[in-house]
DNA sequence: ATCGAGAGTTAGACTAGTCTAACTATATAT
DNA sequence: ATATATAGTTAGACTAGTCTAACTCTCGAT
């Protein structure tokens, strides 16, 4: 089938809601996602459904059918095998890789993407801790990374796993030095939504709203 | 300015229309080169000259203003980078790669192309032997090599520049064996439009019109 | 100097993706 | 149980890039 990079954009946004929200993805999700009026992503529901990548309701939901999911996952091993070679070839910060992957996912041949995977070594996870699907978009095993609202406070832990996706969340991260591999020391897991950290590198406590610390992995270094 | 891939597209046609046929660039000749049809040619110089990327006279032919060529050698420097990573460092043949980098050209940053060169150690040519531009799309001095039409039968030669963007004649050096690094002893240079060469590696003899020999570069062995 | 073949343009229609305006379904609070 | 706020859909319009059909310009042959 022929997928234009819109549709393709649609069918991500869709993946990545389902796993984040844990809840039916509804119009409006995508269209605050896509920053597209809902009308607009009705209609293109209605294509995507047509096709047979998405399972739409009309006012209750959307899902991912097995074939939707394998054009995403395709997706998602091209972006994050960009994402790769950029930070590990072309020296790109770890917060500047997603947009540039973003593009390039929708342009690149599965040719490019397996010659790719070669050249870098047939990796398992990206720069963030993120998993790659292999060439038959099988996800490798869960990521073994424990989440930061997990801890204690006074644990010392490396951070493996960043969420990068948004970038309000990626610029704070970035802007207070925690990103893949950075030492830190959880000091307070509030119950108010609220994880503070201090980087070994800073010193300098760093406050976290809990749906951010949540999605960070981290692997222990001292307890 | 905002410009589409479509829109990019045929100012690089122009540009190498420009440079093959070396007469006006007509509507014709780009509706063939970009299948598609004429008032599709038309409505697009309109929108291009409006832009005053080209300059378009109608009922007579269209070319390139200095913005339109900018735009364009920014395009021939992704492309030609691109090609070079892709046999260099991912293992395509030289003849698979132009598709790829075609379609990538477009969308690739410049900040990318600027770390792709560096990665690359600033190459001046790719590998089919055409120039590369330099960040600031200046053109590096004219390549040396003489057109295969300019040797003597007897002849040995190494190629060192191949034309690889009409598939029809890619594909016929391909078969044949010749591309870049290939050595060759020129057998004829009929004056029927046709110069027939002899491959080292095949001892086969292989006949070329005029106007594919024409577009081989080729450095001198042994006269 | 003119005529006609062929190249080129104009007119009008279609698609995908977008929008705004108007309408409808859902679900929550009473 | 119902009203109403909010989320979602339908209707209709717009743009870029494409097409076909119809018309017009250009230039070389006479």
């Given at each position: 089938m022929d997928l234009s990079p819109i549709a393709e954009d649609y069918l991500k946004t869709i993946y990545h809601l389902e796993d984040e929200n844990g809840r039916p993805v509804r119009t409006g999700d995508i269209s605050t996602a896509l920053d597209v009026t809902s009308p607009t992503v009705t209609s293109m529901l209605d294509s995507l459904d047509e096709r047979e990548l998405v399972d739409y309701t009309p006012y209750k939901g959307v899902e991912l059918t097995d074939r939707g999911t394998e054009t995403v996952l395709q997706l998602v091993r091209n972006h994050r095998l960009l994402e790769t070679f950029l930070m590990e070839?072309?020296?790109?910060?770890w917060s500047a890789v997603h947009d540039e992957a973003d593009c390039l996912e929708h342009y690149v041949s599965d040719e490019f993407t397996r010659r790719l995977a070669t050249f870098l070594g047939e990796p398992v996870t990206d720069p963030h801790g993120d998993l790659i699907p292999d060439s038959d978009l099988k996800m490798p095993e869960k990521s073994p990374y424990t989440a930061l609202t997990e801890y204690e406070p006074g644990d010392t832990v490396t951070v493996e796993q960043v969420p990068h996706r948004d970038p309000d969340v990626r610029d704070y991260l970035s802007r207070h030095r925690i990103g893949p591999g950075t030492q830190l020391v959880v000091d307070e897991v509030s119950s108010i939504d609220l994880v503070t950290v201090v980087p070994s590198t800073t010193e300098t406590s760093v406050a976290l709203p809990t749906h951010v610390a949540r999605r960070i992995g981290a692997r222990v270094v001292t307890k």
């Open positions: 070839h072309l020296d790109y910060s």
